[in-house]
């Protein structure tokens, strides 16, 4: 059975450029996370959504992170305006009903 | 909110010691307690999972006993393996198990 499959591994930005992550999640899987794992963290959720609903962003910062999942099924993330405080590796994971979550191996972003 | 406390960083051990890794939660709800173990480049993969009926979970010789009245989950296994040198995670979810909580992380690495 395949993985979570996240892209781009890594990403290395400027202060001030945007970046998008892509999330394909397990098929059938209908919940869907963004985690944000800072170096020396836990991760920390920032997102999710149930098919294409987001149920509990409180924690994504609105004014420059952004996260869709249109279908239901594949997600993207986007930071508009990237500080060096992002940098993490950005997790994505996904879940059904009585299923334990499964994570993807992240994008590590480094913004400089 | 909920929230879960790993007190060691690093964790260091001969091959063949027994090992413990603290965990302690904070919960209004009777959470379910989780341990995710990350090995380096790799996705963050679940090793245990506590039970409602207060049997104790066991994988790969791992093990973790639920104690309420201390609110912890302490992970433990009587002899290490250098294979199990690896990034280990508590984790707290409620009974729905939609959000998962991480404490910080704790980096066992087992030598000769």
């Known amino acids: 059975e395949a993985g979570v499959t996240q892209s781009p591994r890594y990403a290395v930005l400027q202060e001030g450029q945007a970046v998008s992550f892509w999330c394909d999640p397990i098929?059938?899987?209908?919940?869907l996370y963004w985690y944000q794992q800072p170096r020396d963290q836990g991760p920390q959720l920032l997102v999710y959504f149930r098919d294409e609903a987001v149920i509990d962003n409180s924690q994504l910062p609105s004014d420059r992170f952004s996260a869709v999942r249109p279908k239901g099924t594949n997600s993207t993330l986007k930071i508009q305006s990237a500080k060096q405080g992002d940098t993490a590796t950005y997790l994505c994971?996904?879940?059904?009903?009585?299923?334990?979550?499964?994570f993807g191996k992240g994008t590590r972003l480094t913004v400089v | 909110g909920d929230s879960v406390t790993q007190t060691e960083g690093l964790v260091t051990l001969t091959e063949g010691l027994p090992v413990m890794l603290n965990c302690t939660y904070q919960s209004t709800y009777s959470p379910f307690l989780f341990w995710y173990v990350q090995h380096l480049n790799e996705a963050p993969k679940l090793l245990l999972k506590s039970f409602t009926d207060n049997k104790r979970p066991e994988h790969q010789g791992f093990h973790a006993t639920l104690h309420k009245s201390s609110s912890s989950f302490h992970l433990q296994k009587s002899s290490a393996q250098l294979s199990d040198s690896a990034l280990y995670y508590c984790?707290?979810?409620?009974?729905?198990?939609?959000?998962?909580?991480f404490g910080q992380g704790t980096i066992l690495k087992v030598y000769l």
């Open positions: 984790a707290s979810a409620t009974s729905s198990g939609q959000k998962l909580v």
């Open positions: 098929s059938g899987h209908d919940t």
């Open positions: 994971a996904s879940k059904t009903a009585n299923t334990e979550v499964f």
